[in-house]
Each structure stands twice: as C-alpha cells, then as structure tokens.
C-alpha cells in the first residue's frame, strides 16, 4: 500500500467518525425533542382539563351555561399565549391537537415520548385520526403507527390518507359536499408591497381556474409577451378578476394588461397614511395601506386617485404627528374613534393583530364606574378580549401615552403600546 492510499485511507476514517458522531448528536437532539414536544402536549391537555372544571367558578354567571366553559378554555389559552409570545389561536389549536393526541392517541404520545416518531408525524395521525369513525380507530391507530416510525412524514401522509379512505363509513361524496360548505378566500400579506391571496374552493373548479389562466398567459407569450410564464399567469388571473379579461379576449387581442393597467379598475374605500412630503413628491417615503402595511407612494398615489371614497391622513414626516385626517370616506366615524384607532392599529390585547377597525372601542374604566369618554381611556378590543377582559382576575390598567398594562389571573404582567408611528 502506498503512502497516498494510507493517508487517504485515514482521512476517509477520520470523516467517518466525525459523521457517526453528528448523526448520532443529530438523532439524539431530535429524540430530546420529541420528549419535550410529548410534555407540552400533556401540560396542554391538563391546562384544558382545568379550564373545563373550574368554568363554572372563573367566569360569571352571565355568561349563558353554554359558554362559559369556551370562555374559561379562552382565557387559560390567553395567558399561556401571552407568557409565551404566541398567538393566542396557535396556542388554541395546539391545545385542540394534545387533547386528541392525549385522549384519543395514547399509544402515538407513548411513541412520541420514547423519541420513535417526531411531533410532525404525531401531528399527521391525529389530523387524519379526527375524521376516522370511533369503530375504526383503534385499526387506524394499529396499521398507521408502524408506518410513522419507520418513514418519514411525507410518506406517512400519503399512507394515512389510504387508509383514512379505507376506514371511513361515509361516501367520498357525502363528505365532498359538506367540505364544499368551507370554501372561502384569503389574503396574507408579503414584503415589499406584495401579498398571497388563498382560494379553498373544489378540485374542478381550482382545476379550471388554472386551465384559464395558463391558456391566456399562453396565448399572451404566443403573441410575444416578454414576461415571464409565471408573471403572465398572475396577470392573467388578476385581469380576469378585476376586468373581465378572459383567454377569448387575449385571443382576439392577444396581449394581457399590465398591472398597473388592472390596479386602475380597483374602486375601494381604504385608509392611507402618507407622509406630507411624499404626497408633495418630495420623499419616497412608504405610505401605509390599512390592513397591509407600507406601500410604495406611487401605488399609493393610484390607489387614492381611483378610490371613491378614503381617508387620506397626512403625518409630520419627522416626528409622525397626524396633520390632517381627510374627511372624504363612505363612513365618516367620529373624530375620537378615528383618533383611537389610528393611535392602537390593532386590538391591544398582547398578540392580539385583529385590525383596530374591526375592534370595539372599549372603556377601560367602565362608563358605569366612572369612567370618561375620552382618548385616554378609549382602546381598541376584538369581541373576544373585551370579554375576556371582564372575567376575574383579568385587570387592564390605562397609563398615559395610550400604554396599557394587562394582569392575567395568574398574576403575570404584560405591556402593550400604542401602534408606533410607521414613519
């Protein structure tokens, strides 16, 4: 043997080492892991298990019977969101899942605490579990377990969807027409001016949505379109919903608008702070587009022109100080509920990103025990935490400059501040 293949020979046994010694690190972090997600699961189920008991004594007996025990599973949910920085709906369903992973899945939580499968492949079963007959479980459960601790959670989930089918006593049809019932559309806000908007609709009709698209974004590129397949499919889709614009039309006249040319066939009524220089075309300082965040002034500036009717809001660029509020809007609301929404942004609740003109204007000290109707004890609240917000041992102090000091019924102190100037 040569001197090269001996050191070769070493080397390759010295990185054969130090990979045993990462994979295994790596396993074991993840089995630690797998311990820990087993515990929250637990500490949750029982956290519920509490709420559930002690309803009838934490939350008054105004509350209808019927809600009172959603109310008092709410408000624990709400104080472990808020020791935690998590939203208070993660906390909610994470609670949802542990109940049925605890009660209804032990031997997946048993399987999950030795470190065998991962909370994502627990988290799998229990989806797909939820909608499995009570008669088929434990057959469910039997079959679904093996696969998950010797798979990974991709194939899992192909698995488990088989013999979801399999099990279930109910037609395939029965169930597509009753999970039409929850068609619905989303918006989540991007960067840098941009945002996904989520259709949930049948397979046919998500199927045909994309059929269109690609054949205009296809005829479009035929003509010589220099965008993009992907571009000229969201501008298709855009033009479609907002002109009319269909593949005929592209056919006929082969180029798709642009979107700018589309975003002038949107009439809304929004809200636009804009800072003065920037309408002044000084700056190119962002707007801000209630709902979203900041916006380009150019966009801005569009959207304002072919709105019918919006509250345009001039702000000191240097220190944000409102300068003018516009009074041209659909619904003019009072001058005070304006001031207090625009200061809190959203429900002061900590974590809560209900936008404030979705909130109530809530009293902090209560009419009845004279409290004033005034800037600085007005606050925007969601429905749900100005409830919350009356249950005992929940406490909310207004301190000048708009702070607000909440005290959870364990004790726990949390600070929210006004919305910050975006400027």
């Not at 469910?140 to 959670?153: D, G, I, K, M, Q």
Request: hydrophobic letters at 40%; one cysteine or more.
């Amino acid at each position: 043997m040569t001197e090269t293949s001996s050191a070769a020979i070493r080397v390759g046994d010295e990185y054969a080492a130090q990979l045993a010694e990462f994979s295994d690190e790596w396993a074991e972090l993840h089995r630690q892991q797998a311990v820990l997600d087993a515990r929250k699961a637990r500490l949750l189920a029982r956290s519920a298990a509490y709420a559930d008991a002690f309803a009838d004594s934490v939350v008054p007996a105004a509350f209808p019977p019927a809600e009172r025990q959603a109310m008092s599973r709410r408000s624990t949910c709400a104080a472990l969101a808020m020791a935690t920085r998590t939203p208070e709906q993660t906390v909610q369903r994470a609670t949802n899942d542990a109940e049925r992973l605890v009660n209804d899945a032990p031997s997946v939580l048993a399987s999950l605490e030795a470190g065998r499968i991962s909370a994502r492949h627990a988290q799998t079963i229990i989806d797909q579990l939820n909608d499995v007959p009570a008669a088929g479980r434990a057959v469910f459960l039997a079959e679904v377990l093996p696969v998950a601790e010797e798979s990974t959670n991709a194939n899992l989930r192909r698995r488990a969807r088989v013999l979801r089918e399999r099990l279930h006593p109910e037609s395939i049809t029965a169930r597509a027409v009753r999970s039409e019932a929850d068609r619905r559309v989303e918006i989540e806000p991007a960067a840098d001016g941009m945002a996904w908007v989520h259709l949930f609709t049948t397979v046919p009709i998500a199927q045909g949505i994309i059929e269109r698209i690609e054949t205009a974004a296809a005829e479009s590129r035929q003509a010589g379109d220099t965008r993009i397949c992907a571009q000229l499919q969201a501008d298709a889709l855009a033009a479609l919903a907002l002109t009319g614009v269909t593949p005929d039309d592209v056919m006929s006249s082969p180029v798709l608008p642009h979107p700018i040319e589309v975003q002038e066939h949107i009439k809304p009524t929004v809200q636009i702070t804009v800072p003065a220089l920037s309408m002044a075309g000084a700056s190119d300082a962002p707007a801000m587009l209630d709902g979203y965040g900041p916006i380009d002034p150019e966009t801005a500036a569009r959207i304002a022109v072919n709105a019918p009717s919006f509250t345009r809001i001039l702000v000191q660029p240097e220190t944000g100080a409102v300068l003018s509020v516009g009074r041209h809007q659909y619904r003019v609301p009072a001058d005070l509920q304006r001031a207090v929404r625009l200061r809190d942004g959203t429900c002061r609740a900590p974590g809560c990103g209900r936008r404030a003109r979705a909130c109530d204007l809530d009293h902090s000290v209560a009419w009845e025990d004279g409290g004033t109707t005034d800037v600085a004890n007005l606050a925007c609240l969601c429905r749900h935490h100005h409830r919350m917000k009356h249950l005992p041992g929940w406490n909310l102090d207004h301190q000048p400059g708009g702070v607000l000091e909440w005290t959870t019924p364990d004790g726990k102190q949390y600070r929210t501040e006004p919305d910050p100037a975006p400027f």
